[in-house]
Each structure stands twice: as C-alpha cells, then as structure tokens.
C-alpha cells in the first residue's frame, strides 16, 4: 500500500489490517474521518434491544407504522440493496433497519456508503412492522460506532479449526449463537449457586491467591517469585486451608469462596490448568450434611440452566434432582469385581488385587492407593447418574475425619456424574495432633517423590489448635458442572479463554 504521512492515524499499519481484504475497509475508514465522522465515537445513547422490541411489538399488525421513536445498537450481519435493508445483531438477537431517503434525515443517506458487514452501528428510528411480518426501524439517523476493519467469515459453521473458536473466542462469540448460550449459561449457574447459598445463610469471602505453603489438596502446583519479599510463593490449588482458618476465627458459621484454582498439570477434555472451584465449609456439620448441600446445588443449578432437573448430556439423560444413592469406594469395587478389598489387609496384598485387575500400579501404592486404583479402573467409568462415592482410605485423604467404625477410612464423598469427579467433601478434621501427624505422613511421601503430596503447614495446625468446631466442607467442579449443564463436550467449551499451547504445537 502506498506512504502515508506520519500524523495519518492509518499509517505504519500492522500487518494483520495492510491485506488486500482490508484496503477497502480502510478507505471508507479514511473518507469517514475525512467527512468530519469520528468512526469511534466515546458513546450512544441506547434505549432498547432486539428481544425488548420483539416482545413489546409481538402484536403489531403487517404494515403498519408506528410513531414510537427508539435508539438501537448492534453489529451489521447483513446488507441489502446497497444498505437500504440491514440485518442488525445485539446480544438479544436481530432486528431489521430500513435506511431510505423517504426517513432517513438530511445527510444521513451518505453514511451508507461507509457502512460494511461487521461494522458497530446505531440506529434512531421509528418502530414499524413490513408488510411480510418483519419488525423493523425506519431509520433517522445513524451513526458508525465502530468501524470493522477486518472482515467477518464469509460461512460460519463453527470453526473448521476448533482451535481458532478458543484462540480467536471473541470471533466465535460474534458468529455463534451457541458458544454465547453456553457462556451465559455458565453465568446463571454460578449466579444460582451463589443464591442457593446466600439463602442458607453463607458468608462468601476471599482468600489469598499466592500461597507460601502447598496445602489443601493433592496437586502440582505453579511456582513464581515475589521480588521484594524475595520468596518463591504457590498459586493456589486450594483455598480448603484458609477458608478453616476463618471457620475457627469465628467470622461466620458457614464461608464460601468461588474461586480460581491452578494447578499445573495436563491437559484434556475436562482439565485446564486454571479452573474454577465452589468451597464451601460449615460448623457444627458432617459430610453427610454436605451430601444434602451438593444434592441441592446441582439440582437447582440443572433448573437455572435448562429449566429441568433431568438434563441431556450427549446420548444420555442425568437427573440431577436429589437425594443421590451413597455406596462406599470397596463395596462398589466388590460389586464390580467380587473383590473385596476391606479383607485385604496389607499394602501388598492390595496391590496385587489392584494390578490383577488391571488398574495401573506402580508397586508403591499404599493399601488405599491401590484401592482407589481399582475403583478408578473398574468402577469409575461407569457412574452415569450422580451418586456420592463414600469411604475414602484414610491415607489418601490427610484433611477428612476417621470414619467411625474402621479407621482405615476417612468420613469423605466424592460425587461422580457421567463418570467424573463434580464434588469432593469431608467430615474436617479438626484434631490438631492426628493433622499434624497426617501432614508428617505426606511430607514422607513429598519426600519420596511424590510431587503431589502436600507440604506441612504448622499455621495450619496452630489454627486447629485454638479449636475448629466439628465442620462439613465440600468443593465442586465449576467448569464440569457447566459442562454437563450445557452438554458441552470439552471443558474448553464453558471456559471463555482457556489455555492453549503455542500456535503451532498443537
């Protein structure tokens, strides 16, 4: 393209808008400004929207014009006959713009010529309904709010490349109804949760994001530096610690945080290295209550989202209205195998039971490590519709209370739907010396290689040492939950911008 001076505000463009495709967008752009029209204005005052008018007009006769005077914004998905009909899209939907010389103002009808598919217009108009039924603006007057200097896709069917629907979202958003329902219906499912909450008298607060101690879960975490304090900190994997903390300062009775969580491990069609968690804690409660919590939260979040509590997930139905069946990890590992594992009274013999099963053991497991790999193998894949899982080995489970008749397990559920883990909750454990003792016991295990296990955390445990009422906490899956309210089949999906690898490593 050709040297422009150096005040041009289109000059020394970059590469992305100096394209063959571009150059035409770009003269309008130049002509618009040339004509004394600022093409980004600082703001309109906007009155209504497609769906408000669709609703208030829905008995308008044909052809029939009204004299209501409204002021409409949106981005042009279509141009016919030279921009005297124009398809204008909001965030509420479509309605049409009739520009002709017979309504439009004085010196009104040479904006056309600036106009292109994608550009951000508005419209002053009045209210009128076509002769073939369609609700339309006879247009007054408009003004160009924002001038589209990259072309949209000429078909959009979804992405061909579902890589370029993540990286370029706002591009998919602009183009496809269904990523902007998905989203939003991610929206009114934390709304719905946060409501159901704030009803049950939940206080919700905010814990700290950089961590100085890896705790309050089994994960690899994220490192970085703090250069004044010269001190490497964690990002958070868990707020479970914090959140106690403030349980046993007596700020409130029952705290939730919905929160982000990093964790850096792999990626896959439900993990994203930074992801949002529901933790939530309760004084004077056990898990059993929390079994109730999780029943009603994502059956209310399963109306918000869908109107129903039976939602369709690919070629399944799930019904989320509660109460859930409530089966142990070995008593289901039995049913599925014949195997029962609570007879096996050593590692080895667990291990062995495990690897004959075919789960993946490495020879080190611990006698509930090798337990929960058998489930993982045999059992897990197969729980379609919710159910809490109970009876987690306690040596897997270093924050859960004992359970209260075989010691070798923890008060601790994790509700499974369609397969996957949505929700982890405990009896807390609120003995300082048994935590300090379970904390010593992963430290080994950190020791040994384990780079999941967690760190000892003697604030932690100097907290529960001024006391920690009997406690019922729980977390729960945002992201997953969204995705099975949304029948989405990729956490990518409900997430606006997950991560992604380097263009061109995919």
């Given at each position: 393209?050709?040297?422009?001076?150096?005040?041009?505000?289109?000059?020394?463009?970059?590469?992305?808008?100096?394209?063959?495709?571009?150059?035409?967008?770009?003269?309008?752009?130049?002509?618009?400004?040339?004509?004394?029209?600022?093409?980004?204005?600082?703001?309109?005052?906007?009155?209504?929207?497609?769906?408000?008018?669709?609703?208030?007009?829905?008995?308008?006769?044909?052809?029939?014009?009204?004299?209501?005077?409204?002021?409409?914004?949106?981005?042009?998905?279509?141009?016919?006959?030279?921009?005297?009909?124009?398809?204008?899209?909001?965030?509420?939907?479509?309605?049409?713009?009739?520009?002709?010389a017979d309504t439009l103002a004085e010196g009104e009808q040479g904006k056309l010529r600036w106009l292109d598919l994608g550009d951000l217009l508005g419209v002053e108009g009045v209210v009128r309904r076509t002769k073939r039924g369609e609700l339309t603006i006879n247009a007054r007057t408009l003004t160009l709010l924002a001038k589209a200097l990259l072309p949209?896709?000429?078909?959009?069917?979804?992405?061909?490349?579902?890589?370029?629907?993540?990286?370029?979202?706002?591009?998919?958003?602009?183009?496809?109804?269904?990523?902007r329902q998905t989203l939003r219906t991610r929206s009114r499912i934390i709304t719905e949760i946060r409501q159901t909450l704030l009803e049950r008298e939940f206080l919700e607060v905010e814990t700290p994001m950089l961590h100085p101690i890896l705790g309050g879960?089994?994960?690899?975490?994220?490192?970085?530096?703090?250069?004044?304090?010269?001190?490497?900190?964690?990002?958070?994997?868990?707020?479970?610690?914090?959140?106690?903390?403030?349980?046993?300062?007596?700020?409130?009775?029952?705290?939730?945080?919905?929160?982000?969580?990093?964790?850096?491990?792999?990626?896959?069609?439900?993990?994203?290295?930074?992801?949002?968690?529901?933790?939530?804690?309760?004084?004077?409660?056990?898990?059993?209550?929390?079994?109730?919590?999780?029943?009603?939260?994502?059956?209310?979040?399963?109306?918000?989202?869908?109107?129903?509590?039976?939602?369709?997930?690919?070629?399944?139905?799930?019904?989320?209205?509660?109460?859930?069946?409530?089966?142990?990890?070995?008593?289901?590992?039995?049913?599925?195998?014949?195997?029962?594992?609570?007879?096996?009274?050593?590692?080895?013999?667990?291990?062995?039971?495990?690897?004959?099963?075919?789960?993946?053991?490495?020879?080190?497991?611990?006698?509930?490590?090798?337990?929960?790999?058998?489930?993982?193998?045999?059992?897990?894949?197969?729980?379609?519709?919710?159910?809490?899982?109970?009876?987690?080995?306690?040596?897997?489970?270093?924050?859960?209370?004992?359970?209260?008749?075989?010691?070798?397990?923890?008060?601790?559920?994790?509700?499974?739907?369609?397969?996957?883990?949505?929700?982890?909750?405990?009896?807390?454990?609120?003995?300082?010396?048994?935590?300090?003792?379970?904390?010593?016991?992963?430290?080994?295990?950190?020791?040994?290689?384990?780079?999941?296990?967690?760190?000892?955390?003697?604030?932690?445990?100097?907290?529960?040492?001024?006391?920690?009422?009997?406690?019922?906490?729980?977390?729960?899956?945002?992201?997953?939950?969204?995705?099975?309210?949304?029948?989405?089949?990729?956490?990518?999906?409900?997430?606006?911008?997950?991560?992604?690898?380097?263009?061109?490593?995919?």
């Amino acid at each position: 393209m050709t040297d422009r001076p150096a005040h041009d505000p289109q000059a020394n463009l970059p590469a992305l808008f100096d394209t063959d495709l571009t150059a035409p967008r770009l003269e309008k752009l130049r002509a618009a400004r040339e004509a004394g029209l600022d093409p980004y204005p600082y703001r309109f005052d906007k009155d209504a929207d497609a769906a408000t008018l669709q609703a208030r007009y829905a008995a308008l006769s044909d052809d029939t014009v009204t004299e209501d005077v409204v002021r409409v914004a949106g981005r042009i998905r279509a141009m016919r006959n030279n921009g005297m009909f124009i398809d204008l899209h909001d965030t509420t939907g479509k309605i049409q713009v009739f520009s002709h010389a017979d309504t439009l103002a004085e010196g009104e009808q040479g904006k056309l010529r600036w106009l292109d598919l994608g550009d951000l217009l508005g419209v002053e108009g009045v209210v009128r309904r076509t002769k073939r039924g369609e609700l339309t603006i006879n247009a007054r007057t408009l003004t160009l709010l924002a001038k589209a200097l990259l072309p949209l896709p000429e078909k959009y069917h979804g992405l061909t490349d579902l890589e370029a629907r993540y990286r370029q979202r706002y591009l998919d958003l602009i183009m496809n109804e269904a990523s902007r329902q998905t989203l939003r219906t991610r929206s009114r499912i934390i709304t719905e949760i946060r409501q159901t909450l704030l009803e049950r008298e939940f206080l919700e607060v905010e814990t700290p994001m950089l961590h100085p101690i890896l705790g309050g879960a089994s994960a690899r975490p994220f490192v970085t530096h703090h250069n004044t304090l010269d001190m490497d900190l964690f990002l958070r994997i868990a707020p479970e610690l914090y959140l106690k903390r403030l349980v046993a300062g007596g700020l409130s009775e029952r705290v939730f945080e919905i929160n982000r969580n990093f964790r850096n491990e792999g990626l896959s069609p439900r993990h994203n290295p930074e992801f949002t968690m529901l933790e939530l804690y309760q004084a004077y409660a056990d898990y059993h209550d929390m079994m109730e919590v999780v029943e009603a939260l994502m059956s209310r979040a399963a109306v918000a989202a869908t109107g129903g509590s039976a939602v369709t997930y690919g070629d399944n139905t799930l019904e989320f209205a509660g109460p859930y069946p409530r089966k142990s990890m070995a008593e289901l590992v039995r049913e599925a195998t014949g195997i029962d594992f609570l007879a096996l009274e050593t590692p080895e013999a667990a291990r062995a039971a495990a690897a004959d099963l075919g789960a993946a053991v490495t020879g080190k497991e611990s006698w509930g490590a090798a337990l929960e790999e058998a489930f993982a193998h045999c059992v897990e894949p197969g729980l379609l519709q919710p159910i809490h899982v109970t009876g987690f080995p306690r040596d897997i489970s270093p924050l859960a209370k004992a359970d209260r008749t075989d010691p070798r397990l923890t008060e601790r559920f994790e509700t499974f739907v369609n397969g996957w883990e949505v929700a982890n909750a405990f009896s807390e454990l609120t003995d300082p010396l048994d935590q300090y003792e379970r904390f010593a016991g992963q430290v080994k295990a950190r020791e040994a290689g384990d780079a999941e296990a967690q760190m000892m955390d003697i604030d932690y445990v100097t907290a529960l040492g001024y006391g920690l009422p009997p406690t019922g906490g729980m977390g729960m899956g945002i992201d997953r939950l969204a995705m099975l309210l949304t029948d989405s089949p990729s956490i990518r999906d409900v997430i606006a911008f997950p991560t992604l690898r380097p263009k061109g490593r995919e």
